[in-house]
Nanobody
Framework: QVHLVESGGGLVQPGGSLRLSCAASGGIATFYAMGWYRQVTGKECEFFAVVTSVGIKMFGDDSMKGRFIISRNNVNNTMSLQMNNLNPDGTGAYSC?????????????WGRGTHHAVSS
């Protein structure tokens, strides 16, 4: 069983940047997709971003393109999410997931989440 642990949350000012990381306890190279869900204040949990083993990257909202960068390292068994130009709407909990076969469903593992707040 592979376990996931997120890190990198915290408090950041509007317009600032934050880098979230997801570390796996085992190898991720054979897993197709690794991604993030988020739950912002007052809303339901939603898909946020994903990166596949063949380099496909998708975000839940087109506005994230150019501001956010998702990457995975199959040697170090980690995934990172670089978030730039943050706004208060993004305040919430971010959880990473690992899927063996599909991009959005069939989750093999979940992390417990990391929280960040965007506030002045």
């Amino acid at each position: 069983q592979v376990h996931l642990v997120e890190s990198g949350g915290g408090l950041v000012q509007p317009g600032g940047s934050l880098r979230l990381s997801c570390a796996a306890s085992g190898g991720i190279a054979t897993f197709y997709a690794m991604g993030w869900y988020r739950q912002v204040t007052g809303k339901e949990c939603e898909f946020f971003a994903v990166v596949t083993s063949v380099g496909i990257k998708m975000f839940g909202d087109d506005s994230m393109k150019g501001r956010f960068i998702i990457s995975r390292n199959n040697v170090n068994n980690t995934m990172s999410l670089q978030m730039n130009n943050l706004n208060p709407d993004g305040t919430g909990a971010y959880s990473c997931y690992l899927n063996r076969w599909r991009m959005f469903s069939g989750h093999y593992a979940w992390g417990r989440g990391t929280h960040h707040a965007v506030s002045s």
